[in-house]
């Protein structure tokens, strides 16, 4: 998921849209997650319901360990959920102005990675497929290669691509 970006003091708006400092592109790119806390709270109290309820009739009838891999079963349900809600915290940042792009990778766990790069030098390598679309978006400059878009759909990437490609050219004039 793409959303526009307010300015931030890593990159401070300039008062002059047509300053070398004013920010052409901004943009906070996010994983996409179609479940929230409530959706978990939901699922996962419908799938405790439903191992208890299948586990009575095996306790009934003396096989009381089935009840405990039904529980395990459970547990391994409920860490991979907050596995994945934990690496929703991951993000992508693009700024770009006319002196300056700024592409910042922020991981799960808060560490980052941030390459800058002269917009005069870089360009923005696509890599589609005939069927799927867009697979991966590049900056490449001076020998870097730089990924965007990770986590974005091939519709959602070619769209990303389309507008930091635009910015790049506006930068470039």
């Known amino acids: 998921m793409t959303t526009?970006?307010?300015?931030?003091?890593?990159?401070?708006?300039a008062q002059d849209p047509d300053a070398p400092d004013a920010v052409?592109?901004?943009?906070?790119?996010?994983p996409h997650r179609s479940m929230g806390r409530?959706?978990?709270?939901?699922?996962?109290?419908?799938?405790?319901?439903?191992?208890?309820?299948?586990?009575?009739?095996?306790v009934m009838l003396g096989a009381w360990p089935v009840a405990g891999f039904f529980g395990i079963?459970?547990?391994?349900?409920?860490?991979?959920?907050r596995i994945n809600f934990k690496r929703?915290?991951?993000?992508e940042e693009v700024w770009l102005s006319r002196i300056e792009l700024l592409m910042r990778k922020v991981s799960h766990r808060g560490a980052w990675?941030?390459?800058?790069?002269?917009?005069l030098w870089t360009r923005l390598e696509k890599t589609a497929h005939i069927e799927?679309?867009?697979?991966?978006?590049?900056?490449?400059?001076?020998?870097?290669r730089v990924t965007v878009g990770d986590a974005l759909s091939p519709i959602e990437r070619e769209s990303l691509g389309a507008a930091l490609g635009e910015a790049l050219?506006?930068?470039?004039?």
């Open 132 to 144: 799927a679309g867009v697979e991966t978006l590049a900056l490449v400059s001076r020998g870097q």
């Open 38 to 58: 409530q959706a978990f709270r939901i699922t996962m109290t419908l799938v405790c319901v439903a191992s208890v309820i299948s586990s009575l009739p095996f």
């Open 4 to 13: 526009a970006l307010p300015p931030s003091s890593a990159c401070p708006p």
């Open 88 to 91: 929703a915290n991951a993000f």
């Open 113 to 119: 990675r941030e390459w800058r790069f002269n917009p």
């Open 24 to 30: 052409l592109f901004a943009a906070r790119i996010t």
């Open 169 to 173: 050219m506006q930068a470039k004039r």
């Open 73 to 81: 079963d459970l547990l391994a349900l409920y860490i991979a959920f």
